[in-house]
């Protein structure tokens, strides 16, 4: 059994009272719309915008009446900014491999020590994304041998919770590689 509030039993009783001929309605469990041709007793018959007819009960139908909101104020009101938050910035958080920005004197280092500094450094900067919930991380390999490219997808092989792009178009040319954590 269908649950009516008060109000809307009011406007069924006072729809089903002044409906007439001609009478523009609405259906009000769907988005039809009409002008009534007959009335027979509880049921209506319409004809939509596009000639259709239709048989409704009248308890199925309300009055549109244009003349409702004719004396209501228009009250514009301004949309609010939506704050974001600074990890939720849209430009990743970018960390440059390159041996050189890492640390004073390059030359002091055999290749093995240069290699293993900057997968400590890849591991403390993905520490540090996901400690303070950064989204995208750019990590920049640049393109030479391919060593440093290699450990840095062999790391982030190993890692959950992560989306990049592992074989894409320009996987061997690009010198970056963009890391979304989920």
């Not at 009272?17 to 002008?35: A, E, F, H, P, Y």
């Not at 259709?52 to 228009?74: G, R």
């Not at 540090?128 to 060593?147: A, Q, S, W, Y």
Request: proline fraction near 2%.
């Amino acid at each position: 059994m269908e649950r009516f509030w008060v109000g809307d039993f009011l406007r069924i009783i006072i729809n089903i009272i002044i409906m007439k001929v001609g009478d523009k309605v609405s259906l009000i469990d769907d988005d039809l719309r009409g002008s009534i041709l007959k009335i027979i007793a509880d049921q209506v018959k319409i004809q939509d915008e596009h000639g259709f007819t239709y048989d409704f009960p009248k308890n199925k139908l309300t009055l549109i009446d244009a003349k409702l909101y004719e004396n209501s104020p228009i009250v514009k009101k301004n949309e609010s900014s939506k704050n974001v938050s600074k990890k939720h910035n849209k430009t990743p958080l970018k960390v440059d491999l390159h041996f050189q920005t890492l640390v004073k004197n390059p030359a002091a280092y055999d290749a093995f020590e240069r290699l293993m500094m900057q997968k400590e450094k890849l591991l403390e900067t993905i520490d540090f994304c996901r400690k303070n919930h950064i989204k995208n991380l750019e990590i920049i390999h640049g393109i030479g041998d391919g060593v440093l490219q290699k450990m840095v997808y062999d790391v982030l092989e190993g890692l959950s919770n992560v989306e990049y792009d592992e074989h894409g178009f320009f996987y061997h040319e690009s010198g970056k590689v963009e890391v979304k954590f989920l």
